[in-house]
């Protein structure tokens, strides 16, 4: 499975949730597929959706699932340390690893090569780490939702894109209507 | 009263409760006293960067949050600043330690100092120096302003403001 048709499956447990989705692809697919103001799409800044999802999390109790991507944490693998060593367990970090810079036209992570972010996670101190395949993620995803314990899910899929247009929504629009529906 | 402790006293009478930092030297008091404070979640962060990811998340979350760092980190976060921060309209309060002027023992320090409120104007980040311990006066003030204009907002903190260092 390819990282959109991941997300077309998991958007019913998305969706009562609060989301922070990654730059890019992710964003737009899970913007074309399920918009809810629920939702922080990230229009720019590579690598801090595990950090924005983190600080939100922090700041209130109801559940976090920051979906990220394999390229994207290995450009911040600062976070991982982060998240360890400051556990919110209303906090979920899905990381799609396909093994590619998929915003970017697929070029290969080291993620896809010989690098396990579920070891790097495991070596920063996550308690909960799980690595599942594309076709299980929806299992992992609501299991680790009802575990109420802080997850790390890693989830292994092929690269591949959809073509989509850019999301237009003004970036401040995005932000006031996530903050509220955080406050509903 | 110490300064740390009067900078920390604004945080807390300002609602700030969360506070990220990556340390200097310069900075150790006031991180210690962030630290000490039951009102202050402290998240160290292992770049600046990324805990202006936090303190955006924090925020929308529903806190105030803070970044404490050194002038450095002008060089690391311009694009966060302006992606993040700026794009989404998010306040910041950047309480950051202003290496490389006068009594700076590191040559190299010197090299960021002379760049740093050239990038800050550059970005139209409002920004404050404190140099006379005196200027700390105006740190309730800032934070007020701060969480008024939705901006990121520069207090640059330097060697004589903190006593020689
Ligand atoms: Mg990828």
């Known amino acids: ?184 | 009263m110490s300064i740390s402790k009067k900078i920390v006293d604004d945080f807390v009478a300002n609602d700030v409760s969360f506070i990220t930092t990556v340390p200097c030297k310069q900075l150790g008091g006031v991180i210690e006293e962030c630290e000490a404070r039951p009102e202050i979640y402290h998240i160290p962060s292992n770049k600046e960067d990324e805990g202006m990811g936090l303190c955006a998340g924090a925020f929308m979350g529903g806190k105030r949050p803070a970044i404490i760092m050194q002038n450095t980190a002008i060089g690391v976060t311009i694009n966060t600043l302006v992606t993040l921060t700026q794009f989404y309209r998010m306040p910041l309060p950047m309480l950051i330690s202003y290496r490389g002027e006068l009594k700076e023992p590191v040559a190299c320090q010197a090299e960021m100092a002379v760049h740093t409120k050239a990038l800050l104007a550059q970005l139209n980040i409002p920004t404050y120096h404190f140099h006379k311990e005196a200027d700390v006066e105006e740190f309730d003030a800032i934070l007020k302003y701060t969480f008024m204009c939705n901006k990121p907002v520069a207090i640059l903190t330097d060697a004589t403001f903190w006593g020689g260092y």
């Open chain 1, 1 to 184: 499975m390819i990282r959109s048709e991941i997300l077309r499956e998991i958007a019913p447990i998305l969706r009562p949730h609060l989301v922070v989705c990654n730059i890019g692809l992710p964003s737009q697919e899970l913007h074309s597929i399920d918009d809810q103001p629920t939702n922080f799409y990230m229009l720019g800044t590579m690598g801090l959706a595990s950090s924005i999802g983190l600080g939100v999390a922090l700041a209130q109790d109801k559940t976090v699932i920051s979906i990220d991507g394999d390229g994207s944490i290995l450009t911040n693998m600062g976070t991982l340390p982060t998240i360890a060593n400051n556990v919110a367990d209303n906090f979920i970090l899905l990381i799609v690893d396909n093994g590619s810079y998929g915003s970017t036209g697929d070029q290969p992570t080291y993620a896809g090569k010989l690098t396990s972010l579920t070891a790097v996670a495991k070596a920063c101190g996550c308690e909960n780490v799980v690595e599942c395949q594309d076709v299980d993620t929806g299992k992992v995803l609501q299991e680790a939702i009802d575990s109420k314990k802080m997850t790390i899910i890693v989830c292994k899929c092929d690269s591949g894109n959809i073509k989509l247009p850019v999301i237009t929504r003004d970036p401040v629009n995005i932000r006031d209507r996530f903050m509220e529906a955080v406050k509903a």
